[in-house]
């Protein structure tokens, strides 16, 4: 079993709708929890990053971190055609490696 | 966005031969890394370094080895290339903590024939 857990999709949504990305984990130390975006042939960008448990959002962002369930989402509201992408959630342990561990990455594609 | 350059970009080759990735930043980054990125597996690591000549294991390190002799650069070389070997090859690069963005160059896709 891996340490984290991601639905590949692909997730196709009509323009403006509400997108949720989730992930799953088993290893109760993690305590980094990040998202990254991918677009086609590109590096990952650092999306959202979260400490521990709790909410944060940014723009038509927003991260949620439930450790209890060892489960993370992503929301994207008003969705847009350039968020069409790969998103790919990473967890870490230690704090003074950065040493991250991927989930396999959701493909979504945002339909004008 | 931080400078890291990875060379070549693309690269093919055949079963047996050594290979050698370049990964260059200009941010006097700490911490470099290198990852693979197969479909079904996502991002998985396959060495780091945390300083000048020190590198140590990732998840997936049989048949790679690293070296770092300056801040800026960071090598890749599988000395017997193998086609369990074809894939985007990631370097990344941060300031070491987990609370810190790790800033990733633009891949190298190899495929070994």
């Known amino acids: 079993q891996k340490e984290v857990e991601q639905d590949p999709g692909p997730l196709s949504v009509p323009e403006g709708a509400i997108v949720s990305l989730n992930c799953t984990y088993s290893?109760?130390?993690?305590?980094?929890f990040m998202w990254y975006r991918q677009y086609s042939r590109k590096g990952p960008e650092l999306l959202m990053y979260?400490?521990?448990?709790g909410n944060k959002e940014d723009g038509r962002f927003t991260a949620q971190v439930d450790k209890s369930s060892k489960y993370i989402s992503l929301f994207i509201r008003d969705s847009q055609p350039s968020d069409s992408a790969t998103y790919l959630c990473a967890m870490s342990v230690h704090s003074n490696t950065g040493k991250l561990i991927f989930g396999q990455g959701t493909t979504l594609q945002v339909k004008p | 966005d931080a400078g890291i350059t990875q060379s070549p970009r693309h690269k093919v080759t055949e079963t047996g031969t050594p290979v050698t990735l370049r990964c260059h930043q200009t941010?006097?980054?700490?911490?470099m890394y290198w990852y693979r990125q197969d479909p079904g597996h996502g991002l998985r690591l396959i060495h780091y370094s945390y300083g000048v000549k020190d590198t140590d294991k990732g998840e997936v390190s049989d048949g790679y080895s690293v070296s770092r002799s300056k801040t800026e650069d960071f090598l890749l070389t599988l000395e017997s290339a193998t086609s369990s070997q074809t894939s985007v090859y990631f370097c990344?690069?941060?300031?070491?903590?987990?609370?810190?963005?790790?800033?990733f160059g633009p891949g190298t896709r190899l495929t070994v024939l």
């Open positions: 979260t400490y521990s448990s």
């Open positions: 941010e006097n980054h700490r911490y």
């Open positions: 290893n109760s130390a993690f305590q980094y």
């Open positions: 990344a690069s941060s300031s070491g903590q987990a609370t810190d963005t790790q800033y």
